[in-house]
T-cell receptor, first 111, second 114 residues
Framework: GENVGLHLPTLSVQEGDNSIINCAYSNSASDYFIWYKQESGKGPQFIIDIRSNMDKRQGQRVTVLLNKTVKHLSLQIAATQPGDSAVYFCAEIPAGNMLTFGGGTRLMVKP | NAGVTQTPKFQVLKTGQSMTLQCAQDMNHNSMYWYRQDPGMGLRLIYYSASEGTTDKGEVPNGYNVSRLNKREFSLRLESAAPSQTSVYFC?????????????FGEGSRLTVL
């Protein structure tokens, strides 16, 4: 994963709009990817995962897209709500190795 | 169902002091982990325990030791704290193998080393 230092990228969206959070992963051997949500003062919480043999997976209001050609992962949140405000981390697992977290993106939802 | 419980939630230490962060999970998970999170950054793995009786180094193990006391408990010890160890520490657990993704995290322990 990449470290982005002290300043997280921030995405600001209007309540009710769709959100797209992007992540570039580093290891072409990674075969499993996860998105986590971290609310202020709490530990990360699993949202959704996807294996490298898939390019799309849907959950409740969330969709993860995987583009292995350009090593890109995205999380789409439909009808964004104030409760979606958090920092979102992508994580990758190269086969046989440990989970590695990316640097995170802060999502701010405007009422 | 408490999930993953960490203590203490906050701690201030002076350089050179020692302390132990405690973690317990009540989900009967096999694997447990300790991560640190620095401001604006992702989590970095310090140590993990794939199963009771085993521990392994992660990405940033220097300055730390761990003990898998039993299946429920996994502690992290700082023998001689340094300002570089100021961070938020998260314990996590999972039922599956050590290299799979659905981790359950505690709420974190915020440590400041002066």
């Amino acid at each position: 994963g990449e470290n982005v230092g002290l300043h997280l990228p921030t995405l600001s969206v209007q309540e009710g709009d769709n959100s797209i959070i992007n992540c570039a992963y580093s290891n072409s051997a990674s075969d499993y990817f996860i998105w986590y949500k971290q609310e202020s003062g709490k530990g990360p919480q699993f949202i959704i995962d996807i294996r490298s043999n898939m390019d799309k997976r849907q959950g409740q209001r969330v969709t993860v897209l995987l583009n292995k050609t350009v090593k890109h992962l995205s999380l789409q949140i439909a009808a964004t709500q104030p409760g979606d405000s958090a920092v979102y981390f992508c994580a990758e697992i190269p086969a046989g190795n440990m989970l590695t977290f990316g640097g995170g993106t802060r999502l701010m939802v405007k009422p | 169902n408490a999930g993953v419980t960490q203590t203490p939630k906050f701690q201030v230490l002076k350089t050179g002091q020692s302390m132990t962060l405690q973690c317990a999970q009540d989900m009967n998970h096999n694997s447990m982990y300790w991560y640190r999170q620095d401001p604006g950054m992702g989590l970095r793995l310090i140590y993990y325990s794939a199963s009771e009786g085993t521990t392994d180094k992660g990405e940033v193990p220097n300055g730390y030791n761990v003990s898998r006391l039993n299946k429920r408990e996994f502690s992290l010890r700082l023998e001689s704290a340094a300002p570089s160890q100021t961070s938020v520490y998260f314990c996590a657990s999972t039922q599956r193998a050590a290299n799979t993704g659905e981790l359950f995290f505690g709420e974190g322990s915020r440590l400041t080393v002066l």
